[in-house]
């Protein structure tokens, strides 16, 4: 079965991993660069009495990294308006036991949706996104589950990305401090208030990471390029119901 380069899975994953880690020139090769920034989020005044206003930069960034280490689950919404293969939204649920439930979508491109359960994983792909990731499939594999692998494009970087960043926060690839690590004041996400450092990536571009400035210090939101590309975090800890589909859903060739 002939397969095209999977649009999100490879392309994407490097983008987000890239824009929002400031990686370096091997990584950043294969990551397009997004266009068509959206507007910055709502600034919020400083939180009264909040102990993250106080400290640096850094201090921030790791405290953040350390709630990140401690997660055991979370929700990954992903939004690039200017993907060059269409403007690209995603949601994915992943938890440390590997399970995984996601949904994306490519304008004009369709759909479909990821499942990660006991180390298998399979994508649910419309009629439209199948046409463009499996085109020689019949159609009645649209709507059904087919198994990663053999042709099938793997979409499940996106089961381990959202981990990934939230122990990231401010940090190189090389795991030291980003370039021009700053504090830049507080905003509210989805009414939360936030604690926001920056760093500068590799292309120059700003990279923002919003931080709970109340109970838990967790990356609630990341923003590279002026809103080119979101990230939102949440569910945090919640554990993902996963079970493998059912036998006649799935489609076998």
Known sequence: MRTRRPLAATALSALVLCALTACGPDHAKDAA????????STAAPSPAGNPLADLSAADVAAKAQAA??????????VSVPGHPDGPFNGSFAEDGTGACTGRFTV???GSAELLRSGGRAWIRPDKDYL??????????AAGKWLPVGDGVPDYTSFCDLGLRMARQVGLDTDGGPGKDLAKAGTEQINGAAAV??????????????????????????????????????????????????????????
């Open 196 to 253: 926001v450092v920056t760093v500068t990536g590799r292309d120059g571009a700003p990279v923002r990471y919003a931080v709970a400035a109340q109970g838990e210090p967790r990356l609630l939101a990341a923003e590279s390029g002026s809103g080119a590309l979101t990230a939102r975090f949440g569910d945090f800890d919640r554990p993902v119901q996963a079970a493998p589909p059912a036998e006649d859903q799935v489609f076998r060739r």
């Open 68 to 77: 990140g280490a401690a997660l055991t689950g979370l929700t990954l919404t």
């Open 107 to 109: 304008r004009d491109k």
């Open 131 to 140: 046409a463009v990731a499996l085109p020689d499939a019949p159609a009645a």
């Open 33 to 40: 660069a997004p266009s068509a920034p959206a507007a910055p």
